[in-house]
Each structure stands twice: as C-alpha cells, then as structure tokens.
C-alpha cells in the first residue's frame, strides 16, 4: 500500500498533537498544520511537515493546502479539521465580535478548508473528511454559549455533507469528545479577557465565585477526563475501517450525554445539566 496522507489541523498541543504523532507512527504521512508559525518550526524540528494554516486567516488556508498537495503531487486521502477555540463567559455577555471570532475558528475556516479539499478528493477516487465535534456539538453547558452554538453548527453542517456526500466515494465522519486533557482551559483566559467584561455584568457575582476559580484555578482533572490519545484511537477507526461510522463519542459523559438527550424529558436533562 503506497504511503497514506493526511492534513490535520490546529496541532501544537492537545487532540491535534497526539493524532499527529500517533498517525506518523502507523505509517501515515502527517501534515501537521499549526495557526502560529512558531509552533510549525517547533513540529518541524520533530520531523514534521508543517504548513501554517490559520481557520481566520484565508490567504493561510489557501496556502497551506497549496503546500501540502504540492508536497504530494496533488492529492490528499484525509483531512481531520481539529482547530479551533472556545469563548467562556455568559450568553448575554459575548459580544457579537468574540462570537464571530469563534465561528472563524470552529466553523467558517474549517468549511473553507473543507471546500478546497473536496475537489481533490472526488478527482482521486477517495478520501476521508473528519470533523472534530464535541460533546457540546449536542448538548449544553453554561458559560459555553460560543463554543456550544459553534459545535451544533458544525454537526449540522456535517451531517448535511455527509448526506451530500453519498454519492461520492468520500467519508464524512465526526468525532465527538468529552472532557480531554489539554490545554484549552489555558489558552481560554486570553479569549475571555478580550471579550468579556465581568465586572460590569449582571451576574459578576458568578462570575466571581464559580468561572473564575475554574478559569484561573490549578486545574486538575475533570470527571472522567481521558488523554488526548483516547480521541486519537477514534480517528485511527474514522480512518482506517472500510466503512467508517458517522460519529464517534468518546468518553462517558459523551454517551452518557447522547442517550440522556434522546431519552429523558427535556426539563430533567436540563435540571442535570445546570448542576455542573
């Protein structure tokens, strides 16, 4: 079998880091695409190949991929959109910019990529789309309006791919994660002080008691926190099985989550749900 290829997006640390490292070591031929250029000269160093791609910056999207089909001689057998960030703080205290920021990052960008690489996939025959989703893609969590409202877009805009896509011979697959180890609380902060302004909120209060501690806190581990491994093992089956599924939910508030929404009233979900 010829060297497989793949673009994987938004892999200086965490879900995109492992799942380079781990493709790379099944044989894979990893493009691992990075926002900033310094973390692209750090994976570089570490033998990979990697283009600056930036999901708000389209010119970097355009380039990017240029310089991965250029490297491959023009074809692609996978793209696993992975980038993108969060945006804490109460609904009614994001501003319309901190949410169109969002939407750049885990929606348009992701859509624009996606687009580019369709073509290159129908003219070879094959290929593999997968979107990294989450938990909050179907369900809800307060002080996550943002991030949710951006997840439960790209479901929906990836599930209508995949109906699309049914005539053709390319999979579209989503994963969707629970609580991973990463750093995407850290990174946060700096999203929230450039959007939200608590201390003139409503609820500041809160704010004060329950986000910040979480925000700013010493961290540790969520319940039933995995690795970022556990999602790379499910890419691994998006991949590489003959007939992918359509989802993959990974960890047990994940499933937990998915069958919570599809079996209890509306108001209990709800009532639960406000208790974390």
Same mark, same amino acid.
């Given at each position: 079998?010829?060297?497989? =290829? ?9 879900? /995109?880091?492992? %799942? ?9 031929? +990893?493009? %691992?695409?990075?926002?900033?250029? !310094?973390?692209? &000269? ?17 010119? =970097?999207?355009?380039?990017?991929? $240029? ?13 696993? @959109? @992975? ?5 804490? /703080? ?13 939407? !750049?990052? @885990? ?19 094959? /290929? ?19 991030? &949710? ?5 790209? !479901? /929906? ?42 201390? %003139? ?8 008691? *329950? ?11 969520? $319940? ?8 790379? $093992?499910?890419? +691994? ?8 599924? %359509?989802?993959?939910?990974?960890? +047990?508030?994940?499933? &937990? ?8 009233? !509306?108001?209990?979900?709800? $009532?639960? *749900?406000?208790?974390?």
């Amino acid at each position: 079998m010829s060297e497989r =290829s793949i673009l994987i997006t938004g892999c200086s640390s965490g879900i /995109g880091l492992d %799942a380079a490292r781990g493709l790379r070591d099944r044989g894979w031929r +990893v493009f %691992a695409a990075c926002r900033r250029e !310094e973390d692209c &000269v750090r994976l570089r160093a570490e033998g990979f190949e990697s283009p600056r791609i930036d999901y708000r910056d389209g010119e =970097s999207i355009r380039t990017g991929l $240029a310089e991965v089909l250029a490297a491959t001689g023009g074809t692609l057998d996978a793209l696993f @959109n @992975n980038g993108g960030h969060g945006l804490t /703080g109460a609904v009614e205290d994001v501003p319309v910019e901190g949410l169109r920021e969002v939407f !750049e990052s @885990n929606v348009f960008g992701g859509h624009d990529l996606t687009r580019r690489v369709i073509p290159v996939m129908r003219a070879q025959g094959h /290929g593999r789309i997968v979107q990294c989703s989450s938990v909050l893609g179907y369900g809800a969590l307060r002080w996550r309006g943002a991030y &949710v409202a951006s997840k439960h877009a790209l !479901e /929906g805009l990836t599930a209508t791919l995949r109906l699309e896509m049914r005539d053709t011979p390319i999979h579209v697959v989503l994963l969707e994660p629970g609580p991973i180890t990463s750093d995407f609380r850290i990174k946060g902060r700096a999203v929230f002080e450039r959007w939200i302004d608590w201390e %003139a909120s409503a609820r500041a209060g809160m704010y004060r008691d *329950t986000l910040l501690p979480r925000l700013y806190g010493p961290g540790g581990r969520d $319940a039933f926190e995995l690795p970022a491994s556990a999602v790379t $093992a499910q890419l +691994v089956r998006a991949l590489e099985a003959r007939r992918p599924r %359509a989802r993959y939910r990974i960890t +047990v508030p994940a499933k &937990v989550t998915w069958w919570a929404r599809r079996l209890l009233p !509306e108001a209990l979900v709800e $009532a639960l *749900t406000a208790r974390v």
